[in-house]
């Protein structure tokens, strides 16, 4: 017997739902930070910045949504990691594209989600 009493349909719902929202806040958090000014953020600090923002994303993003395939979420991660570095290039963005960033944003990414989908296939093995 397990020593947490099993939660109630209601509350599963309502952690759900506030998952979910923490899960979106963060992604328009990234998008703010991703298009504000870039002073302090320079070099490769910046690149574990990315690393670091779609990692939480990413992990969040499974927390938030877990009858989603791994696959679903990393890829629209990936594709708002690429809006973003695509945003940067507009002239009124005080930012640079890079595709250095982009690859650390898939980086965070995928160090979020295999090891989620490790234990999910561990799981099913059981």
Known sequence: MSRFPRLSTAQLSQIQTVTQGGFWAACVL???AALGDAG???GFWDKGLHFTAFFTLATL???AYPGMRLRWIGL???TFGLAIE???KLPFVAREASWADFFADGL???FALVPIALERLRRQLM
């Open 40 to 42: 302090a953020t320079a």
């Open 86 to 88: 695509a945003l940067q």
């Open 30 to 32: 990234v998008l703010f």
């Open 76 to 78: 629209g991660l990936l």
């Open 61 to 63: 993003g499974a927390v």
């Open 108 to 110: 965070g990414v995928g």
